[in-house]
């Protein structure tokens, strides 16, 4: 496996990769037709856009034939918090999951942030997400709550961050 840089032409596979991941996730928590509606199309778009802006990162993970089936993206916060970039996603296919490619995703992430003396992330999770523990045992500290309409319903989100001594211990764990 190869992790790389992300550019604009690997942003229909990162969606892919963002649905696809979803729907298994969610499976049975939210509702089939909310899951099917998911748009790798509408999804590749919005990643797309935001390669157009200097502040905005992103690192795909390649398998041996060179097929993206991990990636994560981070940026400026798009609320207003104390911290200096927020991850904006972090996928993984299932087949490919329990590899530790997550967790290298996430630890070039942090290198990354502190490569460039910044000094703290932040990312949102649904507090139902299966794999919400993942961002616990890699070092984010529960900072916030807050609650989003999803699929009819309020969901709870819960907002992790991660200061200088917990993203450089990222690569320690």
Known sequence: MKIRSGTEADAVAAAAVNVTAWRAAFHGIFSEQFLDSLSVERRASAIAARFGRADYSMRVVLDDGGAVVG???????????????????????????????????????????????????????????????????????????RSLLLDDAERAVIWYGWQRPDLAGIGAI
């Open 71 to 145: 990636f994560a993206d981070w940026g400026p916060p798009r609320e207003a918090v104390m911290h200096d970039y927020e991850l904006y996603a972090l996928y993984v296919l299932p087949s490919h999951q329990q590899r530790g490619l997550g967790r290298g995703l996430l630890q070039v992430v942090a290198s990354a942030i502190l490569a460039e003396g910044r000094t703290s992330l932040m990312c949102s999770v649904l507090e139902q997400n299966p794999h919400r523990a993942f961002y616990d045992r890699l070092g984010g500290r529960q900072i916030g709550r």
